[in-house]
């Protein structure tokens, strides 16, 4: 029987993976060796150290144990799942799993501005941080009968949102659970030629050999579109740009780099033509979400799969250089952060059609609406939902200014309600322990201690004495 774990990190109605840990083998500094479950029982410590006799009654962390006062087993459980590694090594885990189940998706393609008015907000409620405003523009999220998907809130368990960060087209993703497992899933590969000629031909003036699309693109690049031109003046450019993508040994990323490069150029040089650059990119990017999700304007898709194979589309084999910040916020600010920080701040200062020099980001901003964590130190701390805010886009050295801004302004963001956290597997260097203890991590979590004092102890208590082995710069630099 196949299983799904724990669902995926935008379904709002199943526990995060992280919460579906019931036990960790872990190897501690000195080589120790210890089993630790929470309030749910696993392991028979007798038929456990058949297998590994190393792990005694005192390394054998279960309900009931009173290693620390004032915390449980789960605690030790809650801190070890999400550790970034500072505990030790994690050997093996217990995962509690469901039966493998059906999904049915919907993506709505839409824009930014319809769904605040869907929600019955205007920008200027997200930006004088209006909470109650907040919270409707989430439930739109929640709500496929308000946004476009169709799947009600009663039957919807996932909400996530795609947005290109050049001109707020979005593309609103639900999903309902399907009575039975499909026996033949309809959802398709992408046809990424399919959807980036319509969206390039929407706002072209010359065309190339009878394409519209086509005829965009050599604008783009500053080519001339005449065939016979093309020929004699422009021959020894295309060579020249396709020996530069293929040299690079990543053709994808090649051709985002010369993308990045060349926007970047005309807006610099060309003020009169909007359309090369910033405009360009927009109208790409539109391009390929809308070949990603199996959409087109003003056109939904629908499809039914197992879950896994939803975002499915691979990568290329040796990988793409990129950047990418993850932010969780309370659902009564989250909102205001995507609109004041990420919209009129920095797109507006370094990707909009006004800004010398442009700083394309080629990539996207996503929303995401999970479940609180139980873990100790997870980012998903706010409740009733955390709402995750993603940015991510290709490596460029115009890029790495901007997504150095978004971190330094997500850090400096100062709501009214708890401060955000950013994602541990992503960027986060300039996060420091002061800052963590402004944030949920330095509430009161079991009697006098925090989430991050908590944390620290059981940290203490793994040690057993031997030297710190596990600490490093980013366990030094977050008092951790």
């Not at 947005?163 to 959802?187: G, H, S, Y």
């Not at 991590?441 to 793994?462: D, H, M, N, S, W």
Request: one cysteine or more.
């Amino acid at each position: 029987m196949k299983c799904a774990l724990g669902r995926k990190l935008a379904e709002f109605k199943a526990p995060l993976p992280a919460d579906s840990v019931r036990a960790i083998h872990l190897v501690g500094p000195g080589g120790e060796q210890w089993w630790i479950e929470g309030d749910v029982r696993v392991a028979n410590l007798k038929k456990l150290q058949l297998r590994y006799p190393q792990i005694d009654k005192a390394h054998f962390i279960a309900k009931g144990w009173k290693g620390i006062p004032g915390l449980t087993a789960q605690d030790v459980l809650n801190a070890v799942t999400v550790s970034m590694g500072t505990m030790g090594v994690i050997y093996s885990v217990v995962l509690e799993v469901v039966p493998q189940f059906g999904v049915r998706q919907v993506v709505h393609p839409t824009t930014w501005d319809d769904l605040l008015l869907a929600a019955d907000v205007v920008e200027q409620d997200l930006r004088t941080g209006n909470a109650a405003a907040n919270k409707r523009v989430l439930n739109v999220l929640l709500d496929g009968s308000l946004n476009g998907t169709g799947i009600a809130n009663n039957d919807n368990v996932f909400a996530h949102v795609r947005i290109n960060p050049f001109n707020f087209d979005c593309w609103v993703i639900n999903q309902e659970v399907t009575p039975n497992l499909p026996d033949d899933a309809n959802n398709t590969s992408p046809d990424y030629l399919g959807s980036l000629s319509p969206a390039m031909a929407l706002r072209a003036v010359d065309k190339f050999q009878n394409k519209l699309a086509l005829g965009r693109v050599f604008d783009f690049l500053s080519w001339a579109t005449d065939d016979l031109d093309v020929v004699f003046s422009d021959l020894g450019q295309a060579s020249r740009l396709l020996s530069f993508i293929t040299g690079l040994g990543d053709v994808f990323g090649g051709t985002l780099a010369a993308l990045s490069v060349q926007a970047a150029a005309n807006v610099m040089n060309i003020f009169d033509h909007p359309d090369r650059g910033q405009q360009f990119l927009g109208d790409l990017v539109s391009g390929v979400f809308h070949a990603l999700h199996g959409t087109g304007p003003g056109q939904n898709s629908d499809t039914t799969s197992v879950p896994y194979q939803f975002g499915a589309i691979g990568w290329p084999a040796r990988g793409t250089p990129g950047r990418g910040i993850e932010i969780a916020l309370d659902p009564e600010n989250a909102f205001t952060f995507v609109q004041k920080v990420l919209f009129d701040d920095v797109r507006r200062n370094f990707m909009s059609e006004t800004s010398r020099p442009l700083k394309p980001l080629i990539g996207y901003i996503a929303i995401r609406v999970c479940e609180t964590t139980k873990t100790l130190l997870g980012m998903q701390q706010y409740a009733p939902f955390s709402v995750m805010v993603e940015v991510a886009g290709y490596r460029t050295p115009e890029a790495d200014e901007v997504m150095d801004q978004i971190q330094a302004k997500a850090l400096a963001f100062a709501p009214d309600g708890p401060k955000p956290l950013l994602h541990w597997g992503l960027e986060n260097y300039q996060v420091t322990g002061a800052y963590l203890k402004s944030t949920p991590l330095g509430q009161p979590y079991k009697g006098t201690l925090t989430r991050l004092e908590a944390f620290t102890k059981i940290r203490e208590f793994l040690k057993m004495g031997h030297p710190p082995v596990f600490d490093n710069n980013f366990s030094t630099r977050l008092g951790l």
